[in-house]
């Protein structure tokens, strides 16, 4: 067990977030692949704590009930009303009893906040035998924030000076509280019983914990986070938005760094749970989500959007859009290609210009070059399908199976009407309905035969552009004659 492994990590979580304007709880809004409570979640669970409980309260139903979806494991403590930070964290010591040992507190709309960042904030807090340690950030405008005031021999924390009660010198103080703290468990338990509501929002605040701990002789620390960023909270659409390009920047570098090309860094957005292999090529305009991989060498993009898919070695994806599918290695797609859920696409095979695919195993070599439709079907190996066809997977009320084997040709404008098989090696004519099984080797022509009915354009369409253009080479045929 990690000697700095806290007690219990508590998660703030039941504010409404009104400036949001969204029926969307504030903590449930996404970046990058993950709610915000849910990369606070992520960044709690690097400190290996021995309990981790979300204070929640308003939607409480839908915050609680995405918790079971992101982390099954975590606790939830109900604060009914919103009635200060205090009053949430007092909810979330009932909730886990006597805690002895480290408590940290982090906000619920901190999505930046890094998991080694707690890691040393955990670390300052013991080694420096804190009662409570406050992360804190050197910012370039301090303006609004409480700010942190030292004692100038020790470096302990004397105050938080909200920014409207600060004096001049007080606001010139750049180091500013974040509202993430690490205490000690009792003497939290303890310091909370005696906070006071005698204030303009008749609230508990967290932070006069802060005082009553050093009144009573206790040290109170501080531990700097390295980029002030991390300690951003969210409250609106326009800060959201710089989030989501402050963490997707921060994944693009992480990959880069680690061998990937990204040619457009400012065009390509990632999520946090995106992985690459070592020379990889991401072109501008792309999107990757949720659990994409993409493989050594392969080339994603331009314009693509991809999620939950594999692309594997030297794979090429161009144009394309392609959601829990699979991409095998030298494999092309695209341009504008729609590969749906349960796609595999086998070694160098081919889904070309629009072409949609959905539920299909599509062998190695095999080639679906334009225009087509392939949903629930198995095709073989270095097989070919003809331009315009159509798996008429879908009688109206269930879906059905269709097969093509290896080293098949079909031609242009098929529609295969499932269930159907076509047997290895077999052809189909182009412009064929194939209602019927075809056996191995064979080739199956399923349409009318032509018929040509003479004089039809002058008997039906009399002075028309087609009919004089029709007598016109009538003529010239006979003078050839």
């Known amino acids: ?22 029926a ?31 204070v929640v309260g308003h939607a409480r139903e839908k915050v609680t009930a995405h918790l079971g979806e992101t982390d099954p494991g975590v606790r939830t403590a109900v604060q009914a009303e919103q009635n200060g ?23 619920g709309d901190t999505p930046l906040l890094r998991g080694a960042t707690l890691r040393e904030l955990t670390a300052n807090h013991i080694a420096d035998g804190n009662a409570v340690t406050v992360l804190t950030a050197e910012v370039p405008d301090a303006t609004g924030y409480g700010r942190i005031v030292r004692d100038g021999a020790s470096g302990a ?9 600060a004096s001049e010198s007080q606001r010139a103080i750049r180091e500013i509280n974040s509202g993430v703290f690490a205490f000690d468990g009792q003497l939290l338990a303890d310091a909370l019983g005696k906070v006071r509501t005698d204030n303009s929002q008749g ?24 980029d002030h960023r991390e300690i951003a909270g969210i409250n609106n659409r326009v800060q959201l938005s710089e989030a989501r390009r402050i963490l997707n920047d921060r994944l693009l570098t992480e990959a880069m760094l680690g061998g990937v090309t990204v040619v457009d860094p400012a065009t390509t957005w990632i999520d946090v749970e995106v992985t690459f292999d070592q020379d990889a090529i991401v072109h501008p305009g792309t999107q990757l989500h949720g659990t994409t991989h993409i493989g050594e060498g392969a080339e994603v993009g331009p314009n693509s959007r991809l999620t939950d898919t594999v692309v594997e070695a030297g794979a090429r994806v161009d144009n394309t859009v392609s959601v829990s599918s699979h991409i095998g290695p030298g494999a092309s797609v695209g341009p504008y290609a729609y590969l749906r859920p349960g796609t595999r696409l086998g070694t160098k095979g081919k889904i070309g210009t629009y072409v949609e695919t959905k539920n299909a195993t599509i062998g190695e070599g095999t080639k679906i070059p334009h225009l087509s439709y392939v949903g ?9 399908i003809g331009a315009a066809s159509v798996f ?90």
């Open 1 to 22: 067990m990690s000697a700095i492994r806290p007690a219990a990590v508590v998660v703030l979580a039941a504010g409404e977030g009104t400036r949001m304007k969204s």
């Open 24 to 54: 969307t709880p504030k903590v449930l809004h996404q970046i990058c692949g993950r709610t915000l409570v849910g990369h606070v979640l992520a960044a709690a669970r690097e400190l290996e704590p021995e309990n981790l409980v979300v």
């Open 85 to 107: 930070t205090g009053h949430a964290v007092r909810m979330a010591l009932e909730e886990l009893g006597s805690v002895d040992g480290t408590v940290v507190v982090v906000c």
């Open 157 to 165: 924390v004397t105050a938080i000076v909200e920014h409207k009660d």
């Open 203 to 226: 609230e508990e605040y967290l932070t006069d914990v802060l005082g009553i701990l050093r009144e009573a002789g206790h040290r109170v620390g501080a531990s700097v986070a390295g």
């Open 376 to 384: 629930d079907a198995t095709i073989g190996d270095y097989s070919n």
């Open 392 to 481: 008429v997977n879908y009688d109206g009320q269930a879906k059905h199976h269709t097969t093509v084997g290896s080293h098949c040709r079909t031609g242009s404008d098929n529609m295969f009407v499932a269930p159907v098989t076509v047997g290895d090696g077999a052809y189909t004519a182009a412009g064929s309905v194939i209602t019927k099984d075809v056996p191995p080797g064979s080739l199956a022509v399923a349409r009318g035969q032509q018929r040509n009915i003479e004089g039809w354009v002058a008997r039906k369409r009399p002075g028309s552009a087609a009919a004089k253009a029709a007598e016109t080479a009538s003529r010239q045929d006979a003078n050839e004659d």
